[in-house]
C-alpha cells in the first residue's frame, strides 16, 4: 500500500510518500518547505499562506520523487491537530481536494502520535518506546498505556524549541536558532544558576528565559549562558523521561521533533537511558522534524487496521490532544 500524508501543523508544510514493507515504514520521499518570518515570532495566516503558495509542487515533486503516479496512491491523509488553524485548515483542504479527485479514502491523523509512530516504523528494533517529543510548540512525554498514547509529562508554557528560539531572537542569532545555541553551548565553561523547573511531571520554561536573559544584560558570556540554558532545560526533560520511563517500566526511549537535534540532549538521553539498561532511539532528522511521511505511515496504520474517515469528519482540530485517538492498530 502507497500512502501520501501531507504535513501543516505550524510553519513547516510538507508533503510524503511511504510504502508498507512487511509493517516497516519506507520513506519513498519527503519534501518540506518551512515559512521564515521576516522579523519576530510566527504568524499563523503568513505562515498558512506560505504553505497554500507551495503545497500543489510540494505535491508533483514528492509525487515525482517517489517514482510514482499520482493514480498509484491508495490513501490519502494528513495531520489534523493539534496546530495553528489556518496552517491546519490549508493542509486539510489539500488533502481533501487530493483524495476526491484521486477517488481514494482520506484520513486526518492526530500530528504527535505520528511523531511517535514514525520512529517505531523506521528505527529497527524500537517496538514500545517512551517519547520525548520535543519541538517548537510541543514538549511532551508520552508512552502507550492501556489502549492509548498517554502524555505523561508536558510543558505548561512554551515549548522547549520556542523558548531558544526566542532566547536567540532577542539576541538577534536569527530564527530558527536551536542550531546556533547550540554551537554556543559547546564553547561554555562556567554554568551559571538558573531556575530548574519542573512541576509534578510537568515542564516550565518562561522563567528560566527570563533569568537567562537577564545574564546576558549582565554581561555574561553568551557562551556560557547558552550553555546553562541547555544544561538545565535538557536536564529537566530528561528527569521527566526517566520518570515516565520508571513509572511505566518501558525498556525504550525515542527522541522527536526537531530539538532532537541537539547533541547534549541527545547525550543526557542516551547516558540517562544506559544508567538504567534501556534502549535509546532516535529517527533521522527528516523524519524528527514536521514531515509528511510521518502523516502518511500514521495514516497507513490507521486505515490497516480499519478506520475510515468520511469527508464531513474531517473537520481539523486545533486542540487535538494525544490521548483523544484509540490507538487500534497496537494491541
Ligand atoms: P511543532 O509544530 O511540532 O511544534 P515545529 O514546526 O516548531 O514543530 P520542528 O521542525 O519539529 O518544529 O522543530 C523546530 C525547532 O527545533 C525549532 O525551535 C529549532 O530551534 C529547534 N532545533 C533545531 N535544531 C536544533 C538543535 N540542534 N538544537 C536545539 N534546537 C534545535
Ligand atoms: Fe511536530
Avoid at 483524495?99 to 529497527?124: D, F, Q, W, Y
Avoid at 522547549?160 to 542550531?179: A, Q, T, V
Avoid at 502523516?295 to 474531517?314: C, H, P
Wanted: aromatic fraction near 6%; glycine fraction near 10%.
Amino acid at each position: 500500500m502507497i500512502c501520501l500524508g501531507i504535513e501543516g501543523t505550524a510553519h513547516s508544510i510538507g508533503v510524503g510518500v511511504i510504502k508498507n514493507v512487511k509493517g516497516a515504514c519506507q520513506v519513498l520521499s519527503n519534501r518540506i518547505k518551512t515559512y521564515q518570518p521576516e522579523k519576530g515570532g510566527i504568524h499563523p495566516r503568513e505562515a498558512a499562506n506560505h504553505h497554500a503558495l507551495h503545497i500543489a509542487s510540494l505535491l508533483s515533486d514528492s509525487v515525482q520523487a517517489a517514482g510514482v503516479d499520482f493514480a498509484e496512491i491508495d490513501l490519502v491523509s494528513f495531520s489534523q491537530g493539534p496546530g495553528l488553524g489556518p496552517c491546519l485548515r490549508t493542509a486539510a483542504t489539500a488533502a481533501r481536494a487530493l483524495a476526491l479527485s484521486l477517488e481514494k479514502p482520506l484520513i486526518g491523523v492526530n500530528h504527535c502520535v505520528a511523531h511517535l509512530e514514525i520512529g517505531r516504523g523506521t528505527v529497527k528494533g524500537c517496538k514500545d518506546p517512551v517519547l520525548l517529543y520535543v519541538s517548537g510548540a510541543n514538549t511532551q512525554v508520552i508512552a502507550f498505556a492501556e489502549g492509548k498514547y498517554r502524555v505523561f509529562g508536558e510543558t505548561l508554557d512554551v515549548g522547549i524549541g520556542n523558548c531558544l528560539d526566542k532566547f536567540g531572537r532577542e539576541l538577534g542569532l536569527g530564527f530558527p536558532c536551536g542550531p546556533k545555541i547550540e554551537e554556543f553551548a559547546a564553547k561554555g565553561t562556567e554554568y551559571l544558576a538558573l531556575p530548574y523547573s519542573i512541576k509534578g511531571m510537568d515542564l516550565a520554561f518562561s522563567g528560566i528565559l527570563t533569568a537567562a536573559e537577564a545574564y546576558v544584560q549582565q554581561g555574561k558570556r553568551l557562551e556560557d549562558v547558552c550553555y546553562s540554558l541547555q544544561e538545565t532545560t535538557f536536564a529537566m526533560l530528561t528527569e521527566v523521561t526517566e520518570r515516565a520511563m520508571a513509572h511505566t517500566e518501558k525498556q525504550e526511549v525515542l527522541l522527536g521533533g526537531g530539538v532532537a537535534s541537539n547533541k547534549r540532549l541527545r547525550e543526557m538521553v542516551q547516558t540517562m537511558a544506559k544508567d538504567r539498561g534501556a534502549r535509546f532511539f532516535v529517527p533521522s532528522r527528516d523524519v524528527c522534524v514536521d514531515n509528511g511521511a510521518m502523516i502518511a505511515w500514521l495514516g497507513f496504520l490507521m486505515y490497516q487496521s480499519g478506520v475510515r474517515m468520511k469527508l464531513e469528519d474531517s473537520l481539523i482540530n486545533q486542540r487535538f490532544r494525544t490521548d483523544m485517538v484509540e490507538v487500534c492498530w497496537r494491541d
